[in-house]
């Protein structure tokens, strides 16, 4: 009797597992790093009505910073391996779009050859902030400026500025886990996402009429 919905999990479960089962046999033998990056809630109105175009360039902005700094032969001079997922809410369920991204400690290098991470962390979490929010707003600017951005029905040009000023001049969050001795953890934290809505049975405490 499956309501084959696709926010439940009991008919996702099947899925969720054969998905799991696919992304750890692609997973290497090394480290890991797990990074979230986060929009800030600044923006959350302008994805409601561009949500294509959001989800396209934050996957974008996330994977081209990660693997652009760590080309880099300052931090680990090679082309890393990236699992990315993205996620819109968080844990009180409330909308918070961030991308999850499982990034291998090494990579390889313009020779052929294996690289380890050179340091006992991935990247400067400063370095990786400024350079996403660098993209992720440049991206918008232009787009809003070809047309291809439509901005919420209450706002003005005074508020779409208001808002840009502001988001221009924070801190955007950017955290990144210590390393795993490989990646099989988050990829099974990742699997709850990917299928099966945000709610679980666990998370269920009663039901009425």
């Given amino acids: 009797h499956s309501c084959r919905h696709r926010s439940c999990p009991r008919c996702n479960s099947g899925l969720t597992h054969d998905w799991l089962e696919k992304v750890q046999a692609r997973l290497l033998p090394c480290h890991h790093y797990h990074i979230v990056l986060t929009l800030p809630h600044e923006l959350n109105p302008l994805w409601h009505y ?25 931090y680990l001079g090679a082309e890393v391996g990236i699992l990315a997922s993205l996620h819109t809410w ?50 918008l600017n232009a787009a809003y400026t ?3 951005i439509t901005l919420p029905h209450d706002w003005i040009e005074r508020d779409w500025k208001k808002v840009l000023t502001r988001v221009a001049r924070k801190q955007w969050n950017v955290r990144i886990q210590g390393n795993y001795a490989h990646g099989k953890g988050v990829a099974i934290y990742l699997s709850r996402y990917v299928r099966g809505g945000p709610i679980k049975d666990s998370r269920l405490i009663g039901a009425d009429e």
């Fill in 146 to 148: 070809a047309g291809e």
């Fill in 90 to 139: 968080g844990r009180t369920l409330s909308f918070h779009p961030h991308v999850h991204l499982l990034v291998t400690g090494g990579g390889i290098n313009a020779t052929g050859e294996w690289n380890e991470e050179k340091r006992d962390f991935l990247l400067p979490v400063g370095v990786i902030k400024a350079k996403f929010r660098g993209k992720w707003l440049s991206w």
């Fill in 50 to 74: 561009n949500r294509a175009w959001c989800t396209s360039q934050l996957f974008k902005a996330a994977v081209e910073t990660v693997r652009q700094l760590l080309d880099d032969e300052r």
